[in-house]
């Protein structure tokens, strides 16, 4: 991304592409100069649930296997596969090596350049293909050794090889999608990602039924085969609308090198965050067993869902205004318009989680574990921090400062990595959620003087006010019966329409 000369000069010095995977652009994006610097809520909503379609897909996806896991597994399996699945998501930001945001980066940057979008779909499938290859081959032999660290036990050895066995096609399934997304084609995108979820659930439900923990993981690597048959063939009619063919295709190594290039980042920002999970999840299954580390799986599931779609709807909506924006005068007003608007959909939804905490364990999972409603709150907050820093740290990879953002995601896994396991003896599993909501603390002490400093933003007092009520609110589901508590749902949007009259016709109309 490069700065670009303006009233209010957004400068930058550290050239390099946007740094975590849920901000990724999904098509050209061209400056709207009638764009007021407030978000319409209606079109922010509207706009978040079209892209976000994919997110919502695996939520869904989500729930029904979270059920069907605690249903049939229980708690101490279902925290033995979550610990799998963590280290196969670890596995995940480096066996890519960062071949994300780059492809379709490269390939919007020349949709309708057949030989370079060929070149960019080749190279970075042929990488992606060979990277998975080298990591199954080098860890397989391993199995039951990766099963002793992972859960204590070398008896998972099974299901750990399949999830090995899933990583080359899941690799090159994901270079696909992003080839996709550069090339704009936003409806097969969402097309493969939707019968990609309802195909793993068709493989699933009757493998987990029948053959348990292992028919889940042996469902896992099925599903890769199916989504590599999804992407490529949704790839395949979308070269086939332009008029071109899968012999465009090819290996050229000045592709490699830039997309490589681009990866570095993304590989550092990948591995800081999973494995920060990984690490505190492992200490976690030796020191407070298996039923704990299935207890924090239903903490770390639930709060995983709605964040991610809420990291959709700031990639899908948020993002590419920011980044067509110019106006430093008008990137000020935005970004606190984002945090309000976050605030609002956010903090409201997390209150009534909150409020609702037991009910949503029990219909999302099982009463076995129920244990976990004390903890999700305290999750609850720290994802609360997250989504007042990400408002306004979006901004700085936005306008190229990657490095500074770099740096506030890596202070956050290293602060969860050093508190959890320090409190675990006296706190037990709810000293990982602690951990988590202590370090998130770190987004919006450190994203906030950088963007105010850099940009000149400072927040507003209605956005100063709506983050303490909304604070408020959340403390007030935690320390009031479920009922009553819901009643604390309502703050957030009467204070909004309290404090500015007009605020409801700006929420409401898009002009």
Same mark, same amino acid.
């Given at each position: 991304m490069?700065?670009?000369?303006?009233?209010?000069?957004?400068?930058?010095?550290?050239?390099?592409?946007?740094?975590?995977?849920?901000?990724?652009?999904?098509?050209?994006?061209?400056?709207?100069p009638s764009l007021p610097a407030y978000f319409g809520l209606r079109s922010f909503a509207v706009s978040a649930g079209i892209l976000s379609l994919s997110a919502v897909s695996n939520f869904v996806r989500a729930v029904i296997t979270a059920k069907l896991l605690a249903i049939t597994l229980g708690p101490s399996m279902t925290g033995v596969l979550a610990q799998i699945l963590n280290f196969s998501a670890f596995l995940f930001q480096i066996i890519p090596l960062g071949l994300t945001t780059g492809v379709s980066k490269l390939v919007a940057e020349s949709p309708r350049d057949r030989a370079k979008v060929g070149a960019v779909t080749g190279t970075s499938a042929a990488i992606a293909l060979a990277s998975a290859l080298a990591c199954l081959v080098v860890m397989a032999p391993f199995?039951?050794?990766?099963?002793?660290?992972?859960?204590?036990?070398?008896?998972?050895?099974?299901?750990?090889?399949?999830i090995l066995l899933s990583l080359p096609l899941y690799n090159v399934a994901g270079v696909l999608s992003y080839v996709l997304q550069g090339l704009a084609d936003?409806?097969?995108?969402?097309?493969?990602?939707?019968?990609?979820?309802?195909?793993?659930?068709?493989?699933?439900?009757?493998?987990?039924?029948?053959y348990g923990l292992v028919g889940a993981t042996a469902a896992v690597a099925v599903a890769s085969i199916l989504q590599f048959a999804f992407f490529g063939f949704e790839v395949w009619r979308s070269y086939g609308v332009k008029g071109w063919s899968f012999a465009d295709i090819r290996l050229v190594r000045s592709a490699a090198q830039s997309l490589l290039g681009y990866g570095g980042v993304l590989l550092v920002s990948g591995i800081?965050?999973?494995?920060?999970?990984l690490v505190v999840r492992t200490i976690g299954i030796h020191s407070l067993g298996e039923l704990q580390n299935g207890i924090y799986q239903v903490v770390n599931g639930i709060s995983g869902q709605y964040m991610a779609i809420f990291i959709a709807w700031m990639a899908a909506?948020?993002?590419?205004?920011?980044? *067509?924006? %110019?106006?430093?005068?008008?990137?000020?007003?935005?970004?606190?318009? &984002?945090?309000? $608007?976050? =605030?609002?959909?956010?903090?409201?939804?997390?209150v009534a989680l909150v409020a609702l905490r037991e009910l949503v364990v029990r219909l999302?999972?099982?009463?076995?574990?129920i244990s976990a409603a004390p903890i999700l709150p305290i999750q609850v907050l720290g994802d609360y921090a997250r989504v007042i820093g990400w408002s306004f740290g979006i901004s700085l990879f936005a306008y190229g400062k990657t490095r500074?953002?770099?740096?506030?995601?890596?202070?956050?896994?290293?602060l969860w990595i050093v508190i959890s396991p320090s409190t675990m003896h006296a706190f037990g599993v709810a000293a990982i959620a602690m951990g988590y909501a202590l370090s998130s603390l770190a987004w919006p002490v450190l994203m906030y003087p950088m963007v105010r400093r850099w940009y000149g933003v400072h927040i507003?007092?209605?956005?100063?006010?709506?983050?303490?009520?909304?604070?408020? *609110?959340? %403390?007030?589901?935690?320390?009031?019966?479920?009922?009553?508590?819901? &009643?604390?749902? $309502?703050? =957030?949007?009467?204070?909004?329409?309290?404090?500015?009259?007009?605020?409801?016709?700006?929420?409401l109309l898009r002009r």
């Open positions: 490069s700065s670009r000369p303006t009233k209010g000069r957004l400068d930058s010095n550290e050239e390099s592409p946007p740094l975590s995977e849920p901000l990724e652009v999904t098509g050209p994006v061209t400056a709207e199995s039951a050794q990766i099963s002793q660290v992972l859960t204590g036990k070398t008896s998972y050895a099974i299901p750990v090889l399949l936003i409806r097969r995108l969402t097309a493969a990602n939707v019968a990609t979820a309802a195909g793993s659930l068709i493989v699933l439900i009757p493998a987990t039924i029948k800081g965050a999973w494995g920060s999970l909506y948020v993002f590419p205004r920011v980044v *067509a924006e %110019t106006d430093l005068e008008r990137v000020r007003t935005m970004l606190n318009s &984002v945090l309000r $608007a976050n =605030l609002l959909l956010m903090g409201t939804g997390m999302l999972y099982s009463s076995a574990f500074a953002f770099l740096l506030a995601m890596l202070v956050q896994d290293l507003d007092h209605q956005g100063a006010l709506l983050s303490v009520v909304g604070l408020a *609110a959340i %403390t007030g589901a935690i320390l009031l019966p479920s009922l009553i508590g819901l &009643v604390m749902v $309502a703050v =957030l949007p009467a204070t909004v329409l309290l404090l500015r009259p007009d605020y409801r016709r700006r929420l």
